[in-house]
């Protein structure tokens, strides 16, 4: 018979990989293209996802295009972050991309990356 306390580790263990890896996606699901000289980002800072269906999300909150750069000055005079990541689904046009870029930029945001995958 397993003693308690290996029961309640092993619980205890799971809850903590089931929270890391949800935090790891950041909400929706978005196919990163891939880069040879992708780095992990490892400080929290303010994500916009653009997915296929061309929807923005900042940080899981749906926002529409038209307030875009009002929604993204106000998070940014809350938090006071300079950092953004910006995560497109890879179907996601050129051009929409560096709109959300521009965007960021007219919010007041200075450090600006994309996202993408380490290429295997």
Request: with cysteine; aromatic share 6%; charged share 25%.
């Amino acid at each position: 018979m397993v003693p308690l306390i290996d029961i309640i580790f092993l619980l205890l263990v799971f809850f903590i990989y089931v929270m890391l890896s949800m935090t790891i996606n950041r909400g929706i699901e978005v196919q990163l293209p891939e880069a040879a000289t992708a780095e992990v980002q490892q400080e929290d800072c303010a994500v916009l996802a653009i997915d296929k269906t061309r929807g923005l999300t900042i940080d899981k909150e749906p926002v529409a295009w038209a307030q875009l750069i009002a929604v993204l000055e106000e998070r940014r005079r809350q938090s006071d972050e300079d950092v953004l990541l910006i995560r497109a689904d890879r179907t996601v046009p050129y051009d929409l991309v560096f709109k959300a870029l521009d965007s960021a930029r007219a919010a007041g945001y200075q450090n600006v990356s994309l996202m993408a995958e380490a290429a295997p």
